[in-house]
């Protein structure tokens, strides 16, 4: 088979998955509420890739004719990033913020583990490199749903991961290499879709150090692997699946999972990193970069909602044109403008592997590009709900709506501009109240990094021989090393006899 | 009588009053669940009148002996100022960050009459002060839980009461005026704890002008009067009564509620303003004075919680010695006590009405106080949840503690330093989240005016004629108006001969 | 003739033009001090143009094998764009910050008028058009410094030209129309070079309405016409020429005037606007859409220097390894950059415009150029100024290091890093000081409109109908206007039975 | 004698002081033109002291009756600390924003030196304590300025002061001790007002380890002593004396040197710390309390008169109505009034000082104070700049207006408002334009200690006890410490049946 429908997807759910929510087994997991809105999403990705109107979008036609999965083709340019870039933007516009399906994260540490494992094949004679390209063509043939699982438990943040006190599993880890396989354990965490996937590819968050060699381990695995457990974590509570009150909680939802993996085996041939301690930082590191294009689109598309609610609700308010309102109105559209360049200049200038030619997005702009979204979301919520009024502190529930006495009540008085319906003003602040949730805030300045990661990714992909360079020239410090840069611009200030001078 | 007790208050409830909430009558306030957080703090107002240890702090003595509660004195200086600031911080911490009870809006309100209707005497001749007068005797002895019910409806925001199209009724109006009394019409919006209080004090939310005179209307009422109902306002959703998952929010709560006007007849003794349309303005206005110290203060014991749980987060997740983590926190504690400065300076420069003798915290320092921790608090989030981590975004619910088989797993996996058991981490984490709640964000704007009614109060309250005059001095402008502050500082530079000169 | 020869352009300028300065007449402009380093940054343009290594980027071959300025050339699409953007970035790098010549604005005048005469004449039968290409012809042919001239004096803001009090000459007007020409009186402020220039181009730097339709003028004119004074304003205050001291201010400047028209007469052939009040608006208009790629471009050079001198700064403080100086240094690499990439999304994503086929930058991500680069400086100079330790407050004198009792301290004393020399380090700081001047501060505000003007560009520039139609399909509102890119979405979220229902 | 004459003072400057400034010897400081706006700062102090009008405010009179100067007497509680603030505040309005004299930096080392000398005595055995009581007599008695000392020239910011590579001399230390005093080498840097001053009073600026024990050095010093050299710093050049261009710089100054000791012998009975390196963080740390008012204070004198440069900016520009120009107003009456506030409330609610009973200023509000001054600092240069329009970046001299020729144009042309008149609205400018001064900036953010300094002194200082327990008590975590303040706040929520559950 090449691209799997939405009934096989369905049906293979269905496979004794070990899920937990609330404390209990969740024994169906296409029907448990507190899951269908991640489901819809999921599902959604194959509805698109099976639809003659999107296909071209979702999928690609190899030499041989067959049609496979878009997501898993290795992106060589600035042309196919552009064209990641846009499906991405696609399926997130489509379902309201969250790019659907949601192999986009293993992809990337697909990539990353193409490069590192030709580095590797180099330097320690591994078949690292086959195993990686022969799970990427399982990949596009099967077409699953495979979640990247990168950020391990933990536990105290300021110890290594051979350093922990209480246990040593806080990072996954092997405690057994066998013939044909390892065995590993320890959990991961913040693992978005993995009740719904198919499989995990797990690779390390982190460098590590001999000591920590045990740590150094990637592999793919289906999730229903005996040993993996899953424990969901909880967003804000919601009344399932009322889309009226909610209508992007309530619609899409990415279903982040603690992952414990109780010494479960892994096959030989799905093993892509064990103990090579050296190379478990640069995995991280070209995931990090691989990355980083996901969240700087997916976040346009979420942000243009909460812009576009904000130009809605400044209107149905009747206060659209009060200066301050157009100046909070405007600088939304800054920010979401400035996202949507960084993003893009991201993608158009991207940075090539040598060993691969695999292109990423150029590490400067897609990382200012994160930084700039993380960092000023708290202020684009405190404008949307400032544009928004009091209302959006206490609306009364659309269930009022639905009843004819406290529908009376709602549609006169929560009446604003006269040519808006009430309606469409509360489903309006609902849709703000809902895209300023605070559970999306912490997870704006957490998922794909902390600020304070950006930050120092930042610092580090920044071209400072350059700035160092400009600036001794302007400085007229010359005993400096050369930089070509420099050394072809002409001197300045000319020297010319007489000009500026007092004449006599 | 003269203080109530818990079980007095808790049977006058039950008095038919009539309350929707999710499109349904509710039939006893006092076992409705959605209601049970708000009537906890409310109850606590009466456990605490009652309580020996506390009583002295929530009551006063009269001359005649009788205990009074206190909230109802009128205040008169720094000294009764900086007590009723005490007293507001006591109630808030002990009901963690909401002040216990609620009629200090109302006592605003009357205070805000009591200056209003003495100014009115001397110039339209009524006898609404001795009603007022009235009033705050009938509160003193019977100890109601009053509520202040300021803001309208509104409609479209850009139009004056009487210019709204759809209906004339967005801001509570008169709509007849009778011998005995009058008949109003309308809806206050965002009316904190008026399914659970006793009466309701209407006053006037802005200016109005001529044409807008039947909306210039002041009056106070029992809750339960034929023709008022309420419909509750919906703040995010909570499983209830879960202390563990939401140790906030499922412990206090203000329990907005849209009140309803319908054709309300209110007897004359109980009318405090009817169509003197000059004064609706300095009513809204002095209101405004009075009640921005309640801001100011319950926000301190609030934010105490939130930044006590971040140094409790950033120590369980071993980070406490991170510089970066330590710069936040820094923040924070500077962002705390700059708003209890701010508040305590307010209460200790108090205004004093010099008709009434009546004092008002410092209208430039309330306003600051409450103008700076509104415009920093989505920044206070931030660093909130930045300090916590990945973990607030997606922890596991507190349910899954309490089976042994998903607590085995969290129990393991979700400790962060081994000094922290992994419940108080949990715990710890959970209260986070709770005190970053959106709804809270979008209260702490709203509440008590938007960010630019703040900023236009400190407008105008500011010292502008000072600012200018000393600028003036030092640009050497002389022919503006003498300011005495000026005139009473020595002239600079002094005029001295030989200094600064190049000797010759 | 087609360029300029430096001496040509320095001859040129010995023509009898009315320059003031401190309140005295400048006899000779090539020999005043104040203008020395206004002179040294326009002759670097002639240098240029006749280097050979620099005048393929300065110039261009017209189709008869004539060498011609590049700034004068039409623009046409992002291809041309980045060209120019390449030609004033490499300019600017030269000129530490300003970019040579100055005929950039004039160019943008051009090109404003160019598609607002081609409007014209489609509307009121002119012959400004061809009046239009006649000059850039003209400019092409003689290779002149041209000074756009917009701003007016403007007296009281609140008011129209035609409303002013005291005199009606704070817009530059018509005040007599003659056969062969008009007669202008008025004054153009903030005119950079016009000094050193060979001629001014005025244009409107507002909209106009009937009343003030003697306001709506365009021109061009010799800068030594009869009637013509300018004064010229003052930045801070420097040392003339000591390059040590001030490495940035004493190389180049830009030398505002306040040009003062006093009944100037300007013949027919070079008036491109002559009361038609309609069209003031739309040249104000497009003239500030092409202008945006300018700043957005030069000052990229000049924060390269900024940011570069903070990472020598930390370096000899010796303290590039603490993490809050990191900290600041990754903030500056991110808000240089981020100007960078909008510059580029500009150019690269040009509008066109479609009478002309002219090419202009992309509105929305130009003004978010500058209003991100505008808004965040004062930021930039106090992390450069944070980083830079108190040194930078009262460094001694450069001349103390030119007499050996005064060296001999400052070696020993100011040194920091050892492996850095105290010159070093004291040049370092001087660049830092001059990069942080407060004239700069004001002008990256001001030059090219203020922060306010820009925030309306954004709102006026934005892509509302697009956020809203976004927003309204997340809120499920159905009843308003149908949006292409919303159409074309697939239905979210699916429709599908069974999943996410509770299995019975 | 009691206090000094005004001649008396500049009699005594005459004394062989060794001064350079750019790179020569300056012989008479009373002359020096560049001294000349710190002389007349230093001045005022005396002719305030002699006034009769201002001597009770600057001087008080002692048991037996003689007149001491304020400055010099010991603080003891919130009122003695309320009429320091006050008399500081009163010098910073009369000289501009600098405090006149500036013995209050001395003052601060004094006080800290007597709460450490103190200890001292019980722990080392020394007479410390004696000499400073003595010192402290002399000050009174005979009224010089007196410089505090502190900030050594650091080198290698990452390096203690022992461990410096170039030479050891980058901290003062002690080179010899011998039987009736010591010898001292080194820098001290930024040091306020000593070409003008009578004496140093020097102590350690960090704290000490063993191996630097020879830099634990305090003692007190004349200026004129045989060693002493002093190299002005430069702050932005300035026309000497010109009020009208720049009404601020040349009016006020503080003439920060860098002080070189160049092996100076000090008398035993001015030594007040000689090796005891456990106690030189101690006494840094004192001082810092200390010395903490004093920037709260004279900071608010000089943003009252940039905030009315403002207010009156608007007006001459005739934008005072414009919504977004009040905005800005009101942010910087928050900014100057909440300085004042925290200011205020530092010095209402000192500390005592267990030892000595000496006052020093809360560390938490006084710390917030800075911290936030500073902070915001280049946000409010941001805004007046913004208000002052395009003006403040290049208004011609006032030298133009001294010649009726330019007068002329810019009488008519540099007309706002007609309300205002030209010269009024260029004088404002003016000051607006000094005000602004970016060596002010950086000053803002250096004096009294750097923003990162702040931020730790406010972690140091916070009560990060109190809100752990607020919090613990909040997530009803209930085995950490008992904290008094939460064992007093009654339980919450009440323990009341029946309440908010569901009536059956």
Known sequence: MAIRTVEQYLDSLNDRRVVYADG?????????????????????????????????????????????????LPVKDASDMLRKRDTVLFLARTCLGVSAGGSFV????????????????????????ERVDAYRKHLMKNDPIVVGAVTDAKGDRSLRPSEQVPHKDFYVRIIDRQRDGIVVRGAKWHIARAPLADELFV??????????????????IPVNTRGISMVMGAR???????YDEYPLTSARATAEALVIFDDVFVPRERVFLCKEWKFAGQIAHMFGNFHRLHADTYKYAEIEIMVGAASLLAESNGVEKAEHIKDKLSWLAFYLETIGALGQAAAEHPF??????????????????????????????KYVQDIAGGIIADVPSF?????????TFIEKYLQGKSEVSTENRLRTVLLARDAC???????TIHAEGSLASQRMALYNSSDWERYRALARRAARIFDGPVYPLVKDLPPFPPQLSGIGCKST
């Open 24 to 72: 209990k087994r969740v024994n169906n997991v296409t029907t448990y509420p507190k899951l269908r809105a991640a489901l819809q999403t999921c599902t959604m990705y194959y509805i698109l890739e099976n639809d003659p109107r999107y296909q071209s979008k979702m999928t690609a036609r190899t030499g041989d004719g067959n049609i496979v999965p878009f997501v898993f």
């Open 106 to 129: 293993a992809a990337d540490v697909l990539n990353a583990l193409t490069v590192v494992s030709q580095r590797m094949c180099k330097e320690v004679k591994t078949d690292y490199s």
């Open 203 to 220: 690779c390390p968050t982190r460098s590590m150090r001999q000591e920590d060699r045990n740590y150094a381990v990637s592999f793919a």
């Open 236 to 242: 804000e509570p919601l009344e399932e699946g009322d």
């Open 352 to 381: 090539i592997d040598t060993t691969t030619g695999l292109a990423y997005p150029n590490p400067v702009y897609s990382n200012a590009a994160k930084f700039f979204f993380a960092d000023n979301y708290h202020q684009a919520v």
């Open 399 to 407: 269930k009022n709506f639905r009843r004819w006495k406290t529908r």
């Open 437 to 443: 949730a605070a559970y999306r805030q912490a997870a």
